[in-house]
């Protein structure tokens, strides 16, 4: 671990530098928020990070924040939009924190049945001439982000290709033609993000820009540039002195994580003996050997969540004009989905590292409310390393797969995802945490229903 | 479900009528501490009891309060104390809450490996006169009331006849024998609880009192009328006048539950056709039918968790002296590892009952701190009712047990147990919820570790 720590300080010290022209501009009017979320982040993922990074004895960043709530994460039925439904995705779980609204799975800023488009705090603000930030570690038109800026039926369409017959996997192909332009719709996701005014956005998604816009000659990214956007993609243009608006792309979709398990292993089943095959009770039962957490070489280059946080407060900070910016930790997720357990703990360190940036900032810009939650629950579960029955005398283990990870405070860490038998774990419905800064007390109760996230940026943001 | 809020509405009534007895006694000088333990009471619980008693879009009592922590939960290991485990169960975890300090699963009021006597709040407040009162729905010998007043090598040391080659389980033999009076020891659990000068302890466990005390020709219950102890076994004796000290045992070991799954079903598992035994990929799968849930018959005379809370607050308040109550709904964990979501959600229901007595009693005594907690997370996890690779054609379910639960909002909830392959499913190391109620308010941080209770509640009790 010695060397990642290591690295890390590098990389703090680089942000450091890009934290000190935060000072330079106290603003007495602009009110601020920093919307922070980590995508698939409840309790069971906090811990697991925590017990990894700090030991279960210690506190992340987030844990120290001054104001804790729970969120009621809230979705309804596509058939039946008066129905609830417990268990929500990305798509209407950030429809919910961008508009206020709830709606059905899948979808992004419109509503369950009628398909109709919800305002979002985007919309709004750019009223106020507000600026606009949106960073994450997915592709900068998945579900999370689209859903501050974009209307579209289905999350799948997320560029000009993927409008017609998209193939989403294994034969789901997604319908995106009354989001066509051609039909009266707005387009794909990207070529929404491109006329949506947004100042700041950074992630990954190249591939989602590179194709032809719709009705046009011009690639999405060539139509960007043609908007106004400075393109980069590399993550050494993230210091550069940019001006104007900047859109910054670091890799075709998802951003590679930061760590993954020992030699790229990921969850396993326990496996049994022979003569447990014909007993539940019989035979005998090993758990998958322990593993540490290690550098993913795929991540090589990438730029980190804080640095690309550093680098939207940078570009979004004025002296007389509001921001809202929303980054987005968006692999706790997906490497949950892919049972990874090192893979999300990597990515909620990119969080935490994210929070620490944004708290610097607000100490020159008191006027920020910092807001930290997730979109929805997921699959992970600790486990304990040996099984409370452990003294009876017959193989006790998980259904499901399991990583037996190797904490540096030197004990194990069995988790555990267990929803269900595919190749990709599911949500789950628990309520999810909300944390804030010193601006968030007296602002948000101890318990709120996820659309009134919403209310809260907007009555802080807005005039 | 009419029929039960009928019944609901009644005991509440029945309650108003005791609790009108609070506002005759406002207190100026007490200060009174009444910790409320869910057992096993994580965010999967509470929010699987929201959609179910008040709709996902509600809020229970306990979802009010106005402040929110969450709570490390810290164990160690038994073999080397300084080594973190992730999961803790109700013996260890009520122990940190009891005495400040961390030990490993299964003790109760002893150091991991030592196995030296820690001092709990009850032993602190008795110096100082304060009053206790401990009430549960478990038996009152359990891990965690005997936590607050107990010290011994094993839970399952709980009376005098289980400190001799007590099997616990399968072959689990309990070795209690450190605690032997004979040796030097304290006794079981029962006889300490009549010896510790506890003033009101309400619950189940009779079984652990009809034993005939260590080197005594009195049953444990006739010693502890010796001791002073008014004895009730009746619901109906509750509400009368006892002054002294009170002892009601209403079921032999833990108190049967308010409610079961429709027909006493439990969670099943989803059933594959035939075809799906020669690939994970073939076949079909079949869910558990939907369910509602009903009143369990075994409930029938048993005094609510809210009756009994109600009479230790009456028999606990004073105009001079303070008072410590601790009040246990056991079964939501107890109905989890038995993978009985309806059980957990009747039970949850229980304690939030409990709490409006509680805050009911606050508004005439208003220095008096409400803690709502829980002592480690459990199995049950909130799945969506269709996967989210619902399109995909080929079998996809949980490879643990579901109850689908028919919620009276109209939709189906699914519950997921898959922690293991047992009879009884495994606790988690997820944080847990702390509420406050205002009292709490500038007392406690959004983030603190279990041990901190104790300071908390001795902190505000204590001069």
Redesign the interface.
């Given at each position: 671990m010695n060397h990642l720590w290591t690295k890390r300080l590098v990389n703090l010290l680089r942000l450091s530098a890009l934290i000190v022209a935060f000072s330079s501009s106290i603003s007495a009017s602009a009110n601020n928020v920093i919307l922070i979320i980590g995508d698939g982040m409840?309790?069971?993922q906090?811990?697991i990070a925590?017990?990894y990074l700090v030991?279960?004895?210690g506190?992340l960043l987030l844990?120290?924040?001054?104001?804790?709530?729970?969120v009621?994460v809230?979705s309804v039925?596509e058939d039946n939009p008066k129905?609830?439904?417990?268990?929500a995705?990305s798509a209407n779980s950030a429809t919910s924190m961008a508009t206020g609204g709830i709606t059905s799975?899948g979808r992004i800023g419109t509503t369950a049945g009628a398909d109709l488009d919800m305002v979002n705090i985007v919309e709004l603000a750019k009223q106020q001439d507000i600026k606009i930030g949106l960073v994450t570690t997915a592709s900068i038109t998945d579900a999370t982000p689209a859903s501050f800026y974009a209307h579209v039926n289905e999350r799948g369409c997320e560029n000009p290709e993927a409008m017609v017959n998209y193939e989403k996997?294994?034969?789901?192909v997604i319908d995106c033609s009354q989001d066509l332009k051609g039909n009266g719709g707005l387009g794909s996701i990207s070529e929404q993000l491109i006329s949506s005014g947004v100042d700041v956005a950074l992630g990954g998604g190249m591939k989602h820009f590179t194709p032809l816009a719709e009705g046009s000659e011009q690639t999405v990214l060539g139509l960007a540039e043609t908007n106004g956007y400075k393109v980069i993609s590399d993550a050494e243009q993230l210091s550069g002195d940019h001006g104007g608006k900047l859109l910054g792309l670091f890799s075709p979709s998802t951003m590679p994580v930061r760590w993954h398990g020992e030699d790229g292993r990921e969850a396993e089943k326990a496996k049994t003996s022979f003569l447990h095959r014909f007993h539940?009770m019989l035979g005998s039962v090993t758990y998958p050997e322990p593993m540490g957490c290690e550098d993913n070489p795929g991540y090589a280059g990438m730029p980190s969540l804080a640095a690309m946080t550093a680098t939207a407060l940078t570009e979004l900070q004025s002296d007389e004009a509001s921001f809202f910016l929303m980054v987005e930790s968006a692999s706790i997720d997906k490497q949950a989905h892919g049972r990874k357990a090192c893979g999300s703990i990597g990515e909620l360190q990119q969080l935490d590292e994210a929070l620490a940036v944004a708290l610097e900032f607000a100490k020159s810009s008191p006027d920020t409310l910092i807001l930290v939650t997730a979109d929805h629950?997921h699959?992970a579960?600790?486990?304990?390393?040996r099984?409370?029955?452990e003294?009876?005398?017959?193989?006790?283990?998980?259904?499901?797969y399991l990583v037996r990870v190797n904490?540096p405070?030197?004990?194990i860490?069995?988790v555990?995802y267990?929803?269900?038998?595919?190749v990709?774990e599911?949500?789950?419905?628990?309520?999810v945490?909300l944390?804030t800064n010193q601006e968030g007390i007296g602002r948000v109760?101890?318990?709120i229903?996820q659309p009134d996230i919403f209310t809260l940026v907007k009555d802080y943001l807005l005039d």
């Amino acid at each position: 671990m010695n060397h990642l720590w290591t690295k890390r300080l590098v990389n703090l010290l680089r942000l450091s530098a890009l934290i000190v022209a935060f000072s330079s501009s106290i603003s007495a009017s602009a009110n601020n928020v920093i919307l922070i979320i980590g995508d698939g982040m409840d309790d069971n993922q906090i811990t697991i990070a925590r017990n990894y990074l700090v030991g279960s004895n210690g506190q992340l960043l987030l844990d120290q924040l001054p104001m804790r709530s729970a969120v009621q994460v809230l979705s309804v039925d596509e058939d039946n939009p008066k129905r609830a439904i417990y268990v929500a995705d990305s798509a209407n779980s950030a429809t919910s924190m961008a508009t206020g609204g709830i709606t059905s799975p899948g979808r992004i800023g419109t509503t369950a049945g009628a398909d109709l488009d919800m305002v979002n705090i985007v919309e709004l603000a750019k009223q106020q001439d507000i600026k606009i930030g949106l960073v994450t570690t997915a592709s900068i038109t998945d579900a999370t982000p689209a859903s501050f800026y974009a209307h579209v039926n289905e999350r799948g369409c997320e560029n000009p290709e993927a409008m017609v017959n998209y193939e989403k996997y294994a034969g789901i192909v997604i319908d995106c033609s009354q989001d066509l332009k051609g039909n009266g719709g707005l387009g794909s996701i990207s070529e929404q993000l491109i006329s949506s005014g947004v100042d700041v956005a950074l992630g990954g998604g190249m591939k989602h820009f590179t194709p032809l816009a719709e009705g046009s000659e011009q690639t999405v990214l060539g139509l960007a540039e043609t908007n106004g956007y400075k393109v980069i993609s590399d993550a050494e243009q993230l210091s550069g002195d940019h001006g104007g608006k900047l859109l910054g792309l670091f890799s075709p979709s998802t951003m590679p994580v930061r760590w993954h398990g020992e030699d790229g292993r990921e969850a396993e089943k326990a496996k049994t003996s022979f003569l447990h095959r014909f007993h539940n009770m019989l035979g005998s039962v090993t758990y998958p050997e322990p593993m540490g957490c290690e550098d993913n070489p795929g991540y090589a280059g990438m730029p980190s969540l804080a640095a690309m946080t550093a680098t939207a407060l940078t570009e979004l900070q004025s002296d007389e004009a509001s921001f809202f910016l929303m980054v987005e930790s968006a692999s706790i997720d997906k490497q949950a989905h892919g049972r990874k357990a090192c893979g999300s703990i990597g990515e909620l360190q990119q969080l935490d590292e994210a929070l620490a940036v944004a708290l610097e900032f607000a100490k020159s810009s008191p006027d920020t409310l910092i807001l930290v939650t997730a979109d929805h629950g997921h699959a992970a579960q600790i486990l304990s390393e040996r099984t409370i029955y452990e003294g009876i005398d017959i193989p006790i283990y998980s259904p499901g797969y399991l990583v037996r990870v190797n904490t540096p405070e030197g004990a194990i860490m069995t988790v555990n995802y267990a929803t269900n038998n595919f190749v990709s774990e599911e949500h789950t419905g628990i309520s999810v945490p909300l944390l804030t800064n010193q601006e968030g007390i007296g602002r948000v109760s101890a318990m709120i229903r996820q659309p009134d996230i919403f209310t809260l940026v907007k009555d802080y943001l807005l005039d």
